[in-house]
């Protein structure tokens, strides 16, 4: 089965300043794709960011950029210019391209943004 | 915004008693899941549909039942409500399942559900 792992719980940053959100995956498939998603406090889950396993470039979109290192298996968030409206939980997952559907999500990783 | 919705946004019940919960989509997607959220798990999945009348189970699925009858709705059902299953529950649909093009979720709003 596949694993998702996002070793830090809680993470900040400065307003204005530039974070990175790990995560780690556990896989056999060679066809997948990667997700990023925001869960500010009002609970509603954003998709900010995907990458798909076959594309050797990172996927970026406006502030958000990721790193993903297909043989270390890992797939980390930067955010750049935090900004305030940035503070929530962000949960990394993981869909095999055969899995009906089926993410795997990691445990999620708060983050806090200073003014 | 994908349009979906929760039905209620919260509940609060006794434990034995059976509670249903309703997520309804307007966007015609095949895919449909059940989630909860706990701290410190993040979200597992509950059961999930691949259409209509097709449902099969996900991680955790002991003490919920669903049902899909009609391509905008999905059920999820407790059938005698324990005090574990107090969470948040969020219902998420999908367009596709993989197979070349990419699956991401939309989500509902959730709905936060209290056994005492």
């Known amino acids: 089965a596949q694993t998702v792992t996002q070793s830090q719980p809680e993470m900040s940053v400065q307003e204005a300043e530039t974070v990175t959100l790990s995560c780690t995956y556990d896989?056999?498939?060679?066809?997948?794709?990667l997700f990023w998603y925001k869960q500010p406090p009002s609970r509603q889950m954003i998709l900010v960011i995907r990458?798909?396993?076959?594309?050797?470039q990172n996927a970026t979109e406006n502030r958000f950029s990721v790193n993903f290192q297909k043989a270390a298996k890992s797939f980390s968030l930067k955010i750049s210019d935090s900004q305030l409206g940035d503070a929530a939980m962000y949960f990394c997952?993981?869909?095999?391209?055969?899995?009906?559907?089926?993410?795997?999500f990691g445990d999620g990783t708060t983050l806090t943004v200073k003014p | 915004d994908a349009g979906i919705t929760q039905s209620p946004r919260h509940k609060v019940t006794e434990t034995g008693t059976p509670v249903t919960l309703r997520c309804h989509q307007t966007?015609?997607?095949?895919?449909m899941y059940w989630y909860r959220q706990d701290p410190g798990h993040g979200l597992r999945l509950i059961h999930y549909s691949y259409g209509v009348k097709d449902t099969d189970k996900g991680e955790v699925s002991d003490g919920y039942s669903v049902s899909r009858s009609k391509t905008e709705d999905f059920l999820l059902t407790l059938e005698s409500a324990t005090s574990s299953q107090t969470s948040v529950y969020f219902c998420a649909i999908s367009e596709y399942g993989g197979g070349g093009a990419i699956g991401e979720q939309f989500f509902g709003p959730g709905t936060r559900l209290t056994v005492l």
């Open positions: 990458q798909e396993a076959y594309k050797q």
């Open positions: 997952a993981y869909l095999a391209n055969t899995n009906a559907g089926k993410s795997t």
């Open positions: 966007e015609n997607h095949r895919y």
């Open positions: 896989t056999s498939e060679s066809d997948y794709y």
